[in-house]
Structures are given as structure tokens and as C-alpha cells.
């Protein structure tokens, strides 16, 4: 079996232009396709982030509704005393 490069050498030039281009165009795809998957993933993350940042934020409110004391009716006042200093 013959060496890569002396095949090569022996091969008509638009042949290794066809080649070439094919080569360019092979890691043009697969550089894009790396851009693309990370473009995604940094999506899902910030995504993420914010469905949970939401979800902690209805969760304290619950927890803040649970312990305030039931709404006053209408017309009726609170009052609150505090120690005099």
C-alpha cells in the first residue's frame, strides 16, 4: 500500500481542489454545529436559572402568606402597642 502523500501527489490537481473544498466545508459544518449546541445549551442554563429563581420566589411568598396574620375587614382597624423606651 502506497503512502497517503504520494497518492496525493499522483492525483490531479482539481482533484485535490475537490478535496480541499470538501475539507473546508466538513469543518465549517462541525465548527457551526459546535457554536449552534452551545448557543442551546447557554439558553437552557439561563432558562433554567430563571424557572428556578421564580420558583424560590412563589415559594417565599407562600411561606410569607402562611405566616401573616389573616387580612383585617373592612372598616375595622388595627391597632398594635409597642413598649415606650
Known amino acids: 500500500m502506497r503512502p497517503i502523500f504520494e497518492t496525493l ?29 452551545r ?19 412563589a415559594a417565599s411568598a407562600d411561606r410569607a402568606v402562611a405566616k401573616s396574620p389573616a387580612p383585617a375587614m373592612d372598616g375595622v382597624m388595627n391597632v398594635g402597642y409597642a413598649v415606650s423606651r
Open 9 to 37: 501527489r499522483e492525483t490531479h490537481p482539481y482533484r485535490l481542489l475537490l478535496i480541499a473544498a470538501l475539507a473546508v466545508i466538513v469543518l465549517a459544518q462541525a465548527i457551526a454545529m459546535a457554536m449552534v449546541t
Open 39 to 57: 448557543s442551546q445549551v447557554q439558553k437552557a442554563q439561563v432558562r433554567e436559572a430563571t424557572q428556578r429563581s421564580v420558583q424560590a420566589a
